[in-house]
């Protein structure tokens, strides 16, 4: 049997075909401390040359650098004919509809895009070319507006500055789902040396009409369709004042000027978090879900006195609402964000046969409210592509009208507009929606707690435990396995009736590394390691019925007091 090559080896393999000077530059130096011994240079080594960043349904994320485990520029030129292989041999006219290409601001981005460009021009499959930097619904949006066969969105979505990523869309607008994933993967095991790709000059295609530059009349087009999703457009949100920041993404392009034509101008936006900035300086992590992350604008937002405070991660495809409460203001999960806006959207839209949809791992309030107002419901695995393809499914069986989709994690998708989470048009949604109550006479916090007195209060908390490296991923996969073999019988003094476990698929659901454990009186507690961080995320619910004439926040103390005592249960069994 021959001997596996050394990681050293490999990394010499890597330097040969380098494209990319600085990664290239960045490697020879951690050899160089690899060779005088350095004990962290030989673990970093290791973590680099040890496999390869896995192709799936969301693409390929990880950490810039050099070496098969970070995301950098040899590595998109495979993946990249990979794709092109598989989108010659599966779609028939694909040189035909080509593929649209956008990318975000971070690092890397659009050198990654245009190498992309270079590699599907020299396959001989067009390219729709991003002309800036823009979110990442415009580019699912693109993909069939323009009809092309496929899309990919070069982001690493909210990860932290040092992270990029390469999503790919189908010719429907959605991410890809089995058996795209694996046959895209298959294909980029293929691809040899990167001296055999055909790559040619980015003017060279221009000049063929194989690389099209998208201009700014797509984005506008993109903006009118977003503002006609509105349900309401009758209502005057013209007083209705609004703080909002993109967290140093590319939202601001695209919200500003979405609110405004929609009819919701006095806009206040966070002027140190406005431009784009790779770097994310003003915050430790750029996501608006993270503690300390929305504490400029909700401080901007005490200075305007906003009605309402909207905050986009850094490519713009989730949102996070926080509304006023006494002096100050709350931020409102996603489980909550989501409720209201089905709920208005289910209130004020036509009676017709229409599906609401949500993920597993988010709260079971939505099908309820679906029950109640006579809509079908669909639950579908984590993620987003999960949810459009459900919406697309059922559109085409029904030819039913899908209204919302949402999941936890502060992803919304309004209509079948965007194939994806789309924070933009989920911003304009919720302007209307916080018009809509201020004209009723309601807050939003009190449309929230109307829901919860009629059909319960659900509290919902998520606990993400970090393992990063190869010894954590090792630590995830330990206990994942542990508790699948020997899954608790109780928790918190309530039984656990029933075990699911997806792995092999359940319910009509593919199969998924996802436990769920459902106990007496409607609790849950999920266990899943997230698809795209170093993170064993753990989901927990109660459900409290709200007695007649009981205050809101005596039945929320109850509730949290039950969630606490099965998050802590749960925890110390999971160590």
């Given at each position: 049997?021959?001997?596996?090559a050394?990681?050293?080896?490999?990394a010499?393999?890597?330097?040969?075909?380098?494209?990319?000077p600085q990664?290239a530059?960045?490697?020879?130096?951690?050899?160089?401390?690899y060779d005088?011994g350095?004990?962290?240079?030989?673990?970093?080594?290791?973590?680099?040359?040890?496999g390869?960043?896995?192709?799936?349904?969301?693409?390929?994320?990880?950490?810039?650098?050099?070496?098969?485990?970070?995301?950098?520029?040899?590595?998109?030129?495979?993946?990249?004919?990979?794709?092109?292989?598989?989108?010659?041999?599966?779609?028939?006219?694909?040189?035909q509809r080509?593929?649209v290409?956008g990318?975000?601001?971070?690092h890397?981005?659009?050198?990654l895009?245009?190498?992309?460009?270079?590699?599907?021009?020299?396959?001989?499959?067009p390219?729709y070319?991003?002309?800036?930097?823009?979110?990442?619904?415009?580019?699912a949006?693109?993909?069939t507006?323009?009809?092309?066969?496929?899309?990919?969105m070069?982001t690493?979505?909210?990860?932290?500055?040092?992270?990029?990523?390469?999503?790919?869309?189908?010719?429907?607008g959605?991410?890809?789902?089995?058996p795209?994933?694996?046959?895209?993967?298959?294909?980029?095991?293929?691809?040899?040396?990167i001296?055999?790709?055909?790559m040619p000059?980015l003017?060279?295609?221009?000049?063929?009409?194989?690389?099209v530059?998208?201009?700014?009349?797509?984005?506008?087009?993109?903006?009118?369709?977003?503002?006609?999703?509105?349900?309401s457009?009758?209502?005057?949100?013209?007083?209705?004042?609004?703080?909002?920041?993109?967290?140093?993404?590319?939202?601001?392009?695209?919200v500003?000027?979405?609110?405004?034509?929609?009819?919701?101008?006095?806009?206040?936006?966070?002027?140190?978090?406005?431009?784009?900035?790779?770097d994310?300086?003003?915050?430790?992590?750029?996501?608006?879900?993270?503690?300390?992350?929305?504490?400029?604008?909700?401080a901007l937002?005490?200075?305007?006195?906003a009605?309402?405070?909207?905050?986009?991660?850094p490519?713009?495809?989730?949102?996070?609402v926080a509304?006023?409460?006494?002096?100050?203001?709350?931020?409102?999960?996603?489980?909550?964000?989501?409720?209201v806006?089905a709920?208005?959207?289910?209130e004020?839209?036509?009676?017709d046969?229409?599906?609401?949809?949500?993920?597993?791992?988010?709260?079971?309030?939505l099908?309820?409210?679906?029950?109640?107002?006579g809509?079908?419901?669909?639950?579908?695995?984590?993620?987003?592509?999960w949810i459009?393809?459900?919406?697309?499914?059922?559109e085409?069986a029904?030819?039913?009208?899908?209204?919302?989709?949402?999941?936890?994690a502060?992803?919304?998708?309004?209509?079948?507009?965007?194939?994806?989470?789309?924070g933009?048009?989920?911003a304009?949604?919720?302007?209307?929606?916080?018009?809509w109550?201020?004209a009723?006479g309601?807050?939003v916090?009190?449309?929230?707690?109307?829901?919860?007195?009629r059909?319960?209060?659900?509290?919902?908390?998520?606990v993400?435990?970090?393992?990063?490296?190869?010894?954590?991923?090792?630590?995830i996969?330990?206990?994942?396995?542990r508790?699948r073999t020997?899954?608790p019988?109780?928790?918190?003094?309530?039984?656990?009736?029933?075990?699911?476990?997806?792995?092999?698929?359940?319910?009509?659901?593919?199969p998924?590394?996802?436990?769920?454990?459902?106990?007496?009186?409607?609790?849950?507690?999920?266990?899943?390691p997230?698809?795209?961080e170093?993170?064993?995320?753990?989901?927990?619910?109660?459900?409290?019925?709200?007695?007649?004439?009981?205050?809101?926040a005596?039945?929320?103390?109850?509730?949290?007091?039950?969630?606490?005592?099965?998050?802590?249960?749960h925890q110390?069994?999971?160590?």
């Open positions: 049997m021959a001997q596996m050394s990681h050293r080896e490999l010499e393999a890597w330097l040969a075909e380098d494209p990319d990664t530059a960045e490697l020879r130096a951690l050899l160089s401390r005088a350095d004990a962290a240079a030989h673990k970093d080594l290791a973590e680099r040359f040890t390869a960043l896995e192709f799936g349904t969301a693409g390929l994320r990880g950490l810039l650098g050099a070496g098969p485990q970070r995301m950098n520029r040899l590595l998109v030129r495979k993946v990249s004919a990979g794709l092109a292989t598989y989108l010659l041999a599966t779609v028939p006219d694909a040189r080509g593929v290409l990318h975000d601001a971070r890397l981005s659009r050198e895009v245009e190498d992309t460009a270079r590699v599907l021009g020299g396959a001989g499959i390219s070319l991003a002309h800036r930097p823009w979110p990442t619904p415009m580019t949006w693109a993909v507006a323009q009809q092309a066969c496929a899309g990919v070069v690493a979505s909210h990860n932290p500055p040092a992270y990029n990523g390469y999503k790919v869309y189908w010719g429907n959605a991410q890809i789902v089995p795209h994933d694996t046959g895209i993967a298959a294909e980029i095991a293929r691809v040899g040396a001296s055999g790709i055909a000059a003017d060279e295609l221009r000049a063929a009409g194989t690389v530059d998208l201009t700014e009349a797509l984005h506008d087009d993109y903006l009118a369709q977003v503002v006609a999703l509105r349900a457009p009758g209502l005057d949100g013209r007083d209705l004042v609004i703080a909002y920041t993109p967290l140093h993404g590319v939202g601001a392009r695209s500003e000027p979405a609110l405004r034509r929609a009819g919701f101008p006095d806009v206040h936006t966070e002027p140190s978090q406005r431009e784009p900035d790779p994310f300086p003003t915050v430790a992590f750029p996501n608006p879900e993270e503690k300390g992350a929305m504490d400029r604008v909700l937002a005490g200075r305007v006195s009605d309402l405070v909207l905050a986009n991660d490519d713009a495809d989730r949102l996070c509304v006023p409460d006494g002096s100050g203001y709350r931020v409102l999960s996603g489980d909550q964000t989501g409720a806006l709920d208005y959207l289910l004020v839209g036509p009676r046969r229409r599906m609401v949809a949500t993920t597993i791992v988010s709260s079971q309030l099908g309820f409210l679906a029950g109640q107002a809509a079908d419901y669909r639950e579908t695995l984590t993620g987003f592509k459009a393809n459900a919406a697309i499914d059922y085409r029904h030819g039913g009208r899908f209204v919302v989709g949402y999941e936890e502060i992803g919304f998708s309004v209509g079948p507009l965007v194939r994806d989470k789309d933009v048009s989920a304009v949604i919720f302007a209307e929606l916080a018009a109550n201020r009723r309601r807050s916090l009190a449309h929230l707690d109307d829901i919860y007195r059909v319960g209060l659900f509290v919902t908390e998520q993400s435990l970090t393992r990063p490296g190869s010894d954590g991923l090792a630590q996969r330990d206990t994942m396995t508790f020997a899954p019988a109780a928790l918190a003094g309530h039984a656990v009736e029933t075990v699911v476990d997806l792995s092999r698929g359940a319910g009509g659901l593919p998924s590394d996802v436990l769920v454990f459902k106990l007496a009186g409607g609790r849950r507690v999920i266990m899943r997230s698809g795209t170093p993170k064993l995320k753990n989901y927990y619910e109660v459900r409290i019925e709200v007695r007649a004439g009981e205050p809101l005596d039945a929320r103390a109850r509730g949290q007091a039950e969630l606490a005592a099965l998050r802590d249960a110390q069994l999971v160590g």
